[in-house]
């Protein structure tokens, strides 16, 4: 059967070419990752936040976290915004979509805590709302986007995904998530204190059979 290429290839290359220039962000990841390893470590909190696609990816992230991504460990503090139907269509009915994450923000943020916001357009009103609610609480503010966008000049840090299609920019962002969990766990153990199995050594996992 002859099948057409096109969208693949198109893809592909579209993924090929920001995959290059996104090699640069590893530095940030890596910082990013650290500061979330002594944060979470010490009993801080994230928050995260996005709609759509990015709402997912903003659920995958605080899986990886009260879960983990590889080795055992203890589970950290990580709440998605988005998959509470009954409070974000409440705050949605009473006080507007765009209030949806900020007042669970409100809520839930504290000092130092930190919320990541992940939106390929960078444009999401909702998503403002938050960060500007995020800095009343005293909380840190970093975002992940596409190459533009008022988010990201909204937030204190930033890592703009070189691509302008969006697709590729949900794919990088999966990619960031993913590295930004390797060097946190490879932080860990320097927070926690003690050898290599300090991150899980005062947590025990039953496992029913």
Same mark, same amino acid.
């Given at each position: +059967?002859?099948?057409?290429?096109?969208? %693949? *290839?198109?893809?592909? %290359?579209?993924?090929? =070419? @920001? #995959?290059?220039?996104?090699? =640069? +962000?590893?530095?940030?990841?890596?910082?990013?990752?650290?500061?979330? !390893?002594?944060?979470?470590?010490?009993?801080?909190?994230?928050?995260?936040?996005?709609?759509?696609? /990015?709402?997912?990816?903003?659920?995958?992230? @605080?899986?990886?976290?009260?879960?983990?991504?590889?080795?055992? $460990?203890?589970?950290?503090? !990580? #709440?998605?915004?988005?998959?509470?139907?009954? !409070?974000?269509?409440? #705050?949605?009915? &009473?006080?507007?979509?765009?209030?949806?994450?900020?007042?669970?923000? $409100? !809520?839930?943020?504290?000092?130092? &805590?930190?919320? #990541?916001?992940? /939106?390929?357009?960078? $444009? /999401?009103?909702?998503?403002?709302?938050?960060?500007?609610?995020?800095?009343?609480?005293? +909380?840190?503010?970093?975002?992940?986007?596409?190459?533009?966008?008022?988010?990201?000049?909204? /937030?204190?840090?930033?890592?703009?995904?070189?691509?302008?299609?969006?697709?590729?920019?949900?794919?990088?962002?999966?990619?960031?998530?993913?590295? +930004?969990?390797?060097?946190? *766990?490879?932080?860990?153990?320097?927070?926690?204190?003690?050898?290599?199995? =300090?991150?899980?050594?005062?947590?025990?996992?039953?496992?029913?059979?």
């Amino acid at each position: +059967m002859d099948h057409d290429l096109t969208p %693949t *290839d198109d893809h592909l %290359t579209a993924l090929a =070419a @920001a #995959i290059v220039p996104f090699r =640069a +962000m590893s530095g940030k990841l890596a910082r990013w990752g650290s500061d979330l !390893a002594w944060h979470l470590g010490q009993g801080g909190r994230l928050l995260v936040a996005g709609n759509g696609g /990015s709402a997912a990816e903003a659920q995958h992230l @605080a899986a990886e976290l009260v879960g983990r991504l590889r080795d055992e $460990r203890r589970p950290l503090s !990580a #709440i998605a915004l988005t998959p509470d139907s009954s !409070a974000v269509t409440a #705050i949605g009915n &009473d006080y507007g979509f765009e209030e949806i994450f900020a007042r669970q923000v $409100r !809520a839930h943020g504290r000092p130092g &805590d930190v919320l #990541i916001t992940l /939106s390929t357009s960078g $444009r /999401s009103p909702n998503l403002l709302a938050a960060v500007r609610a995020a800095k009343e609480c005293g +909380m840190r503010t970093w975002a992940m986007t596409g190459p533009s966008g008022p988010l990201a000049e909204a /937030s204190d840090e930033a890592l703009r995904c070189p691509s302008p299609e969006s697709q590729v920019v949900q794919e990088l962002h999966l990619v960031a998530v993913h590295l +930004m969990c390797e060097y946190l *766990d490879r932080t860990l153990p320097s927070v926690l204190g003690g050898g290599s199995d =300090a991150p899980f050594a005062d947590f025990k996992v039953e496992v029913a059979v």
